[in-house]
């Protein structure tokens, strides 16, 4: 029997529901980054107060606060079914996205083959054909201009004896539709292929077992799934031999700094595994107990998903349908994630976003840093689109409130 989500519980994990300044004001820019749950606040006041201090070194402080981080790696990793040692936690996704491209420029020789899409997020494209002026050849697996869908039956032919890696997004953060990259995993491993998973616009949605991906590298940004202003890097442990170390030489004995070369933050850190913590309640809200983190994980995963589809086929009903309108992506709220984006007929998403703002409605519009794909959608960049995104918390109420500002803003 399904189990429904109780957003009242939800709710009452996150402060800013109660916040006095954000009171009517519907929350549909997730995507650009999701309000912090209470656990994760708190955490990081404690840290704080209590373990400002260096951490590892002798006093019971600064002990604690090296417990503190190295908790939340373990709890991260135990999501995430990764082992700890794999778990790196970066300034960014960007910044992430940049050292790893450092350190596969080191390896790759001359005339070695990068592929990217034209779907992606921009750090995990040009840091990659930046490595051009280096030899290495970039190649693009491109989207469908109608749809902005990648076909996976093209990439096949991209792949060559000289193909080193691949570069995707597991979720683009406009057309929002889900790549199949367990599927697209297994087919580049089976050509010799390196992966790069860019899961920052899926990861808020749920938190992916990345084992059964099968990628060689995940990432997401921790601040887009209710915790501090964090890259989650997973780089697995065979592919981290192959990289080596990127911080200082006489780090190489802590695997959990070789791709943090300017240092961890710790208070960032600790206070991360609040997520968990989060995550740990919301299951044992709704569940009976489990002893086996898979399924915990697939249950929260589930819980977040089934709250957030029935929002989502309101809202891509609703674009798809109106004469103003023009939705980019499917308008199947299976193959998607809780991100929409449009484009108005006779006015600059820049102007329909200000009145949605002025009527209580949080969100954004421009090229979200997805400019390849814009361009290869026809969609004008400098101007680029409305973007609404939400989450598991967010209400029916609120996203009535989004519609009826929607109509008054096209009317």
């Not at 693009?140 to 997004?169: C, H, N």
């Not at 102007?351 to 026809?378: S, T, W």
Request: contains cysteine; hydrophobic residues 45%.
């Amino acid at each position: 029997m399904a189990v429904s989500l109780d957003l009242a519980f939800v709710r009452s994990q996150f402060p800013a529901f109660k916040e006095p300044s954000l009171k009517g004001q519907a929350f549909f820019d997730n995507a650009g980054g999701s309000y912090a749950c209470q656990a994760v606040i708190d955490h990081l006041n404690q840290y704080y107060r209590e373990t400002k201090l260096q951490p590892y070194h002798l006093h019971p402080a600064a002990q604690k606060a090296g417990a503190q981080m190295d908790l939340a790696h373990e709890r991260l990793a135990s999501y995430l079914n990764v082992n700890t040692s794999e778990v790196h936690l970066g300034p960014s996704t960007s910044q992430n996205t940049y050292v790893l491209a450092q350190a596969f420029g080191k390896i790759l020789k001359a005339g070695d083959e990068i592929i990217v899409t034209n779907q992606d997020h921009e750090a995990n494209i040009g840091v990659w054909r930046a490595l051009e002026a280096r030899g290495i050849l970039i190649k693009e697996w491109q989207v469908d201009g109608q749809t902005g869908s990648l076909d996976i039956g093209a990439l096949d032919s991209l792949f060559t004896e000289r193909t080193k890696l691949l570069a995707f997004t597991h979720c683009s953060n406009i057309v929002a539709e889900i790549n199949p990259v367990a599927e697209i995993c297994t087919r580049a491993k089976a050509a010799g292929v390196a992966t790069v998973v860019d899961g920052v616009s899926f990861a808020g949605h749920g938190l992916p077992d990345v084992d059964a991906l099968g990628a060689d590298i995940y990432l997401f940004s921790l601040y887009k799934a209710y915790g501090t202003h964090l890259g989650v890097m997973v780089v697995r442990d065979a592919m981290a031999d192959k990289l080596g170390n990127q911080a200082h030489y006489f780090n190489k004995a802590y695997r959990q700094k070789w791709f943090v070369p300017a240092g961890p933050d710790h208070a960032q850190v600790a206070a991360s595994r609040g997520v968990l913590d989060y995550f740990d309640a919301l299951h044992d809200h709704h569940f009976d107990a489990t002893d086996s983190m898979t399924v915990k994980a697939q249950r929260v995963r589930s819980l977040m998903h089934d709250a957030e589809n029935a929002l989502l086929a309101k809202l891509l009903g609703f674009v798809a349908q109106h004469p103003k309108l023009t939705l980019l992506g499917t308008a199947d709220p299976a193959k998607r994630a809780a991100t929409v984006s449009m484009i108005p007929q006779g006015q600059t998403p820049q102007q329909l976003a200000q009145k949605l703002v002025d009527q209580g409605i949080i969100c954004g519009a421009g090229h979200f840093y997805a400019v390849r794909l814009l361009e290869a959608m026809g969609v004008d960049t400098n101007t680029g689109v409305v973007r609404l995104s939400f989450v598991h918390y967010t209400h029916a109420a609120e996203m009535d409130q989004l519609i009826a500002a929607l109509e008054k803003a096209l009317a």
